[in-house]
């Protein structure tokens, strides 16, 4: 094994990264080994000829190089990716550790090698799951997406809170994605607890005005509209709705009990975190980023329902959930969206903007998925048309109907900010030029 160099942030002989910036020094990284062939796992039976999708072995070459790429820059112990490319699989493979292998661990702790069913936590990436529970609230017709939430919630109608509606929530323009200040994170735990604060709070901006992306506060919201409606929780509503028609094995929020330890474990690398992003983060989050990842392995965070963050799923499940709206709702013969529905939730729900919360980056929203942009997007270059969702603003999945694509890229480090980003980009990159447009 060998411990992760700024060099192999895209590894090209003979150019040394060190020479062009003063980096700073790497909270956490992997032992890479020599040959990444030991820690990766697919079945080629599972994959389709290339050709078979329009694509060549050439393309499939060039985009897993730029996944062990990105493994090489050491801030993520595992990476597991899953393509559909006219609804087959042309990759879907992983690399690396679900637990372990992060230098500065004990030593007694056990390895173990991540695979394409690993269960895996999508973390943000579950806002897009909610919110198309939502869309199809609208679609049976037991809720308008342009009343006031406080029409079902009364109690949130306070503050200047009246006039928020439920599609303004969704496209994190409701004015209210903030967390007030010393707040216990154990609140999160806790659904009662945490809409008595969220109807208690005063908007930061006025509903509709303002993009602010909403990490917590939206969920807990958006999961009380739909008990109120249905008389169900999410989990049984997604259950019903998705998980047991499509025959998921997990895509649920959290997972039983005895499953825990199954999960990909999380893990804090890349920079140490500094002011002001400090500040920024704690302002969504409601504590540092360390904390946050420190919850992310707490069992109760999998014991519970936490609308924006907690759904687990395969890499598998991710890519063929997204595959189901690129459809226009039907997969496998199995309808759950009417094409309207997943119109309505994948249509730009106002211009970019600069998002005022933690993500401070222009961002287009639909109502309940971030959009790509051209020239550049979060989902590559030229795609304007893609839509998903991130999680923990390292994991990716999206539709891209001008590729017909669907594609899951998960991974298990929460770095900030690292060299990481170069090959980050470079993946995505790799994965809009190699499948090209129709």
Request: charged residues 20%; contains cysteine.
């Amino acid at each position: 094994m060998k411990p992760f160099s700024i060099s192999q942030l895209i590894p090209i002989p003979g150019i040394d990264y060190t020479s062009w910036f003063p980096f700073p020094t790497i909270s956490q990284s992997i032992n890479i080994p020599d040959d990444l062939s030991k820690v990766t796992v697919f079945d080629p039976s599972e994959e389709v000829d290339p050709e078979d999708a329009g694509l060549t072995e050439n393309d499939i070459k060039t985009i897993w190089k730029g996944v062990e790429n990105y493994y090489r820059t050491g801030v993520h112990p595992a990476i597991a990716l899953c393509i559909r490319r006219q609804g087959k699989i042309v990759l879907k493979r992983t690399i690396g550790h679900a637990c372990g292998n992060i230098q500065g661990e004990p030593e007694d702790t056990k390895r173990i090698i991540m695979t394409p069913e690993t269960p895996i936590c999508q973390f943000s990436a579950s806002k897009a799951i909610t919110a198309m529970l939502i869309h199809h609230l609208a679609e049976k017709g037991k809720l308008h997406l342009t009343d006031p939430v406080s029409h079902y919630i009364p109690e949130f109608g306070v503050h200047g809170k009246e006039d928020v509606t439920i599609y303004q929530v969704l496209g994190h323009r409701s004015g209210f994605g903030i967390i007030p200040d010393n707040v216990s994170a154990d609140v999160l735990f806790d659904h009662n607890e945490a809409l008595k604060m969220i109807c208690e709070m005063k908007p930061q901006y006025p509903a509709g005005h303002t993009a602010s992306y909403h990490a917590i506060t939206g969920g807990y919201i958006l999961h009380e509209l739909l008990q109120r409606v249905t008389g169900k929780d999410l989990r049984e509503y997604l259950r019903e709705t998705i998980q047991e028609p499509l025959g998921f094995k997990y895509f649920n929020y959290g997972i039983d009990e005895k499953d825990v330890d199954s999960v990909a474990k999380s893990y804090f690398t890349g920079w140490p975190v500094t002011y002001p992003f400090t500040l920024i983060i704690k302002r969504s989050l409601g504590g540092p980023w360390d904390m946050a990842i420190k919850m992310a392995n707490d069992p109760r965070f999998f014991t519970s329902i936490i609308p924006s963050a907690n759904i687990v799923a395969t890499v598998d499940e991710m890519s063929q959930f997204f595959q189901l709206l690129l459809n226009g709702g039907e997969l496998n013969g199995v309808r759950i969206f009417d094409p309207l529905t997943v119109r309505r939730a994948t249509i730009e729900a106002g211009k970019m903007q600069l998002d005022k919360s933690m993500v401070l980056l222009p961002i287009r929203y639909s109502a309940g998925m971030m959009l790509g942009s051209n020239p550049f997007g979060m989902f590559g270059p030229e795609t304007k048309n893609a839509f998903g969702h991130w999680g923990f603003i390292n994991s990716f999945s999206w539709a891209d109907p001008d590729r017909d694509i669907s594609v899951s890229m998960l991974n298990t480090g929460k770095p900030f900010l690292s060299t990481h980003l170069v090959s980050h980009f470079d993946l995505l990159a790799r994965i809009a030029r190699q499948c090209k447009k129709a």
